[in-house]
């Protein structure tokens, strides 16, 4: 049997595929960290490295097709004698496990998202000729402030994961199945981690979990005297020298309340920017997908919002083609986006997960119908995002540079705090100079149906 101190340096070269939600992408840098600790080398190229570890969604259909054909991908290159190893990790492989494994003998090992922490351990003995290729236990690990992680976005923002898995129940979704249940971080060691991210030249702290608005639950459930709250974190956070844009994702509505509203409202550091994701707005749906709330609450929420904070932005995501969603249910949504105006709209088609109430579900809508609902619904979605764009031109904004255009090195490109990175659209520079990280005044000159565009400020 080999010894750690045979394996060379080619052996300890590893390339990180990562894929779904931003959660997973901590998963992934805290593996990253984990291993340059231990002496790993973390490279940008597949095919520079001895192993490539594809970090899975199992979400939904589209997103573990996906994540099939990286698998895939990756053990061509094996097959081909360009790496070595393939470590399939994350959602899917806690999902599937057994059928994973047995569906795919290419791969040399699998870590599920119970054991993405000890990938040090698993590659090291591996190396050294352990027979054992598989690693699953229950999700519980939670992350400390001083685990070993590498942000592995632009230097000035980063994802602070606060809590994992979740404490709902909706009929459509998995995560309870592949993540757990909710599992809090203490304020101190968020608010510890988020201190020595801000040190390290960070100025946008992302809050990620699958709802924000149920941090701290699990804790004060335990012990009634514990301070973890929303509205606690949230006042911690905003006392935390440095940070300049604090955003906050995952806002579920009957969550928001009178003082988490008026603290981001008096707040400058957190953005005033809400990302709630609704999934549909008549009672009857909703009560079929096992949200806890009723149109009305979801109103009575909105004209919170608006009302104490006027310009905030509200993003949502709907779900179309549930099972059972009739015609005239379609069209109340439709009404409902067209009057409510929301800022952003992301809208997803139901995909039937297995072992979830929805796919056991009569009534399951057919994909034609599914795709056309879609379409309309991203098409009036459309029009009120370019008539919102419009309203800028003419205005100054403050807007954090992230670099280059992606689709021209011609223009850099940058983020308003309306902007959330990936899932929004950009500020396009056309004239004036900055450096990545810089936070400039961008006078708007045109806009488009997601982006805006403008030049820098004299």
Known sequence: MKTSSDLDLKNKKVHFISLGCPKNLVDSEIMAGTLMKDGYEVVAD????????VNTCGFIEESKKESIQRIFDMSDLKEAGKIKKVVVAGCLTQRYKTDLVDSLPEA?????SGEFQNISKILKDHDQGSANKTFFNLPTYLQEATTPRVNSQPRHRAYLKISEGCMKRCAF???PLIRGNLQSRTIENVVNEA??????GVKELIIISHDFTDYGWDITRKNPQAKESPFELL???NEIDGAQWIRLLYLYPDGITDEMVNLIKNSHKLVKYFDMPLQHINNQVLKSMNRKMTREEIVQALNKIRTNIPDAVIRTQFI???PGETAEQFEELLKFISEQKFDRVGCFKYSPEENTPGGRMENQIDEETKNRRYEAVMEIQQNISRDKHRAFIGRTLDVLVEG??????LLLQGRTSQQAPDIDGVVLINDGQAKVGDMVKVRITDSMEYDLIGEIAQ
């Open 46 to 53: 597949a095919e520079g490295a001895d192993t490539v570890i």
């Open 108 to 112: 040399d090992l699998f870590v599920g």
């Open 173 to 175: 979704c998995a995560i």
């Open 195 to 200: 201190k020595l991210l801000v040190a390290g």
């Open 235 to 237: 006042k911690a956070l």
């Open 320 to 322: 179309v083609g549930f």
């Open 404 to 409: 280059y255009s992606e689709e021209t090195d």
